[in-house]
């Protein structure tokens, strides 16, 4: 049996992985890819937690699944965003996005 402190290692580093890439990237894109990643940590981490202390109840499986809708409703928002930003200013690079500024 693989023991809690791995999958926790494992949704840490892909969690950094995500943070990294949602500071390091300038494309609108890959900043919604790096959040999905940071999502898809948090779910290894409810499903993990949920496995070891509460096997009998469902509550992790359940909070992961929410979790599973609201990523699916943040990337299919993120991306209409992202498609009609493109569409008017010609780019996806997040610096040059300043729609809200004056």
């Known amino acids: 049996m693989i023991p809690l402190s791995w999958y926790l290692i494992l949704a840490a580093g892909l969690f950094c992985i995500g943070f990294y890439g949602v500071l390091a990237r300038r494309n609108a894109i890959a900043i919604l890819m790096s959040i999905e990643l940071m999502l898809n940590a948090v ?53 040059e996005i300043n729609l809200m500024k004056w």
């Open 43 to 95: 779910n290894i981490n409810l499903v993990a937690f949920w496995r070891f202390l509460a096997p009998e109840s469902i509550s992790g499986q359940a909070f992961a699944v929410i979790v599973f809708a609201v990523a699916a409703a943040e990337v299919a928002v993120g991306l209409a965003l992202v498609i009609s930003i493109y569409r008017s200013r010609k780019t996806v690079i997040a610096e």
